[in-house]
């Protein structure tokens, strides 16, 4: 029947390939091969952030030890901490994007916006005056899970967070309506305050491109 035995010295972040075995009096027989990685012997840590703008900043961390083959995934949510874990085993399905939101959504509102070596990640695509949450997550081992012979190993998580600040305005669609020869009425659509109170509105004009005062 089945049986199971607890083993202990195994080498941190490596696979480790094994088998069952039964003996008898006419010898010695062993099961197909199984493997498995162990869990990276440090995570990743000190996250901290720089080029922080209204729309993008750059996340850095420190990386612990995935031994050869390892790595680590980065999960960014807006407004509140990040709250679903990558999957043991699992490594081809979580697909990376810079731009926020883009990459594979883990739960509801994970993004993963790197997976790789590295330790730091350009993100883009944020919104003003928002708070961002991170987890960094070293693993051991680049590959899914397959029948008996199980895929990457995640270790905890090094999180933190960072709020981007304000921005100007953003607006689109001008119209110019009631037009006569010398008159005309001016408008515009506000898509977005920045994450501050408007201060003032309105329109300018001017016989060249690109105006900024009323010629």
Do not use: C
């Amino acid at each position: 029947g089945v049986f199971t035995y607890s083993r202990t010295g195994l080498p941190a972040q490596t696979k480790v390939y094994y088998r069952g075995y039964a003996a008898n009096s006419l010898g010695t027989n062993y099961s197909a091969d199984g493997s498995f990685y162990t869990e990276p012997a440090s995570p990743a840590s000190n996250v901290n952030f720089s080029g922080v703008t209204a729309t993008g900043m750059t996340i850095n961390w420190t990386r612990g030890n995935g031994g050869a083959g390892g790595g680590v995934i980065v999960l960014m949510k807006a407004a509140s901490a990040v709250d679903s874990d990558p999957v043991d085993g699992t490594y081809s399905a979580y697909t990376a994007d810079t731009a926020f939101s883009s990459g594979t959504q883990l739960g509801s509102g994970n993004y993963v916006v790197y997976k790789g070596t590295g330790s730091s990640v350009a993100v883009t695509g944020l919104s003003p005056v928002t708070t961002y949450h991170v987890a960094v997550y070293e693993f051991a081992g680049q590959v899914d899970t397959s029948g008996v012979d199980q895929g990457g190993n995640y270790t905890t998580s090094a999180t933190g967070n960072q709020v981007t600040p304000a921005d100007v305005p953003s607006l689109s669609t001008p119209t110019a309506t009631t037009i006569t020869t010398t008159t005309a009425t001016l408008g515009a659509t506000i898509d977005s305050n920045g994450g501050a109170a408007l201060t003032e509105r309105g329109t300018v004009w001017g016989t060249t491109a690109n105006p900024t005062g009323n010629q």
